[in-house]
């Protein structure tokens, strides 16, 4: 893993962002359908803060050296959801296979967090550009077109269809490049430290973390959702 230190960099002109657990969020509905097939009760609060915790967990693996898109590793993710969420043991393979075949069917990802979409509008009317940059496995332009998001946005690049990924700096460069600005003139958003806010530093651009729980102590700017940036550049 790369030792990168933050940039020294202008005010940025543009705001990147990651995809996943940043702009869009497992939809709770479907989650909820998996766990009542499988027998298991559904309890959403338990099931977040279980998200939140295993993100934490997968952070972690990944600043050991991994780049964070490996299966084994959503494996464990969703096995610490399933555990801290009540899924009894017995039950887990089952939950695990509903949800890959629904995950399969229709992109699990589709819930998108109050504010979000009013907050790109608000950056967007401040003068910042606005693009996407995602460890995805191909679909995460049409997740973004179902939700509604894609419009407020100018790209969207997927790791799977330009054949590199975060912490890669070629894939910062590569959103830098579609805008026609320098690295350094643009600021990525995202939720694990190791691969959005290293990888955004090793390519020369600045980073907000998202920390949605307030828990995270790592030396970067932090917000707690997408829907606190406006605020965040008021204050910068």
């Given at each position: 893993?790369?030792?990168?230190?933050p940039?020294?960099?202008?005010?940025?002109?543009?705001?990147?962002?990651?995809?996943?657990?940043?702009?869009?969020?497992?939809?709770?509905?479907?989650?909820?359908?998996?766990?009542?097939?499988?027998?298991?009760?559904?309890q959403?609060?338990?099931?977040?803060?279980?998200?939140?915790?295993?993100?934490?967990?997968?952070?972690?693996?990944?600043?050991?050296?991994?780049?964070?898109?490996?299966?084994h590793?959503?494996?464990?993710?969703?096995?610490?959801?399933?555990?801290?969420?009540?899924?009894?043991?017995?039950?887990?393979?089952?939950?695990?296979?509903?949800?890959?075949?629904?995950?399969?069917?229709?992109?699990?990802?589709?819930?998108?967090?109050?504010?979000?979409?009013?907050?790109?509008?608000?950056?967007?009317?401040?003068?910042?550009?606005?693009?996407?940059?995602?460890?995805?496995?191909?679909?995460?332009?049409?997740?973004?077109?179902?939700?509604?998001?894609?419009?407020?946005?100018?790209?969207?690049?997927?790791?799977?269809?330009?054949?590199?990924?975060?912490p890669?700096p070629?894939?910062?460069?590569?959103?830098?490049?579609?805008?026609?600005?320098?690295?350094?003139?643009?600021?990525?958003?995202?939720?694990?430290?190791?691969?959005?806010?290293?990888?955004?530093?090793?390519?020369d651009?600045?980073?907000?973390?998202?920390?949605?729980?307030?828990?995270?102590?790592f030396?970067?700017?932090?917000?707690?959702?997408?829907?606190?940036?406006?605020?965040?550049?008021?204050?910068?």
């Amino acid at each position: 893993m790369s030792s990168a230190i933050p940039p020294s960099s202008p005010a940025p002109r543009a705001v990147l962002f990651d995809a996943g657990n940043t702009l869009v969020f497992a939809d709770r509905e479907r989650m909820a359908e998996i766990y009542t097939s499988a027998g298991v009760t559904w309890q959403v609060d338990r099931f977040v803060s279980a998200e939140l915790t295993a993100r934490e967990e997968l952070a972690r693996r990944v600043s050991e050296g991994h780049v964070g898109t490996e299966p084994h590793l959503w494996r464990d993710y969703f096995i610490t959801i399933f555990s801290l969420s009540g899924v009894p043991t017995e039950a887990m393979d089952e939950v695990g296979r509903l949800l890959r075949e629904e995950h399969s069917r229709d992109h699990l990802w589709t819930h998108v967090e109050e504010g979000t979409a009013e907050a790109l509008e608000a950056l967007a009317s401040r003068g910042f550009r606005l693009g996407v940059i995602s460890n995805a496995d191909g679909r995460m332009e049409d997740v973004l077109v179902q939700t509604g998001l894609r419009e407020l946005v100018e790209f969207v690049i997927d790791s799977e269809k330009v054949g590199m990924e975060k912490p890669d700096p070629r894939i910062f460069w590569e959103g830098a490049k579609r805008l026609d600005l320098s690295p350094q003139e643009c600021l990525y958003v995202g939720d694990l430290y190791p691969v959005d806010v290293m990888g955004a530093w090793g390519a020369d651009m600045s980073a907000v973390l998202l920390d949605p729980a307030g828990r995270l102590e790592f030396p970067v700017d932090r917000v707690r959702a997408v829907r606190d940036l406006p605020d965040y550049f008021s204050h910068r």
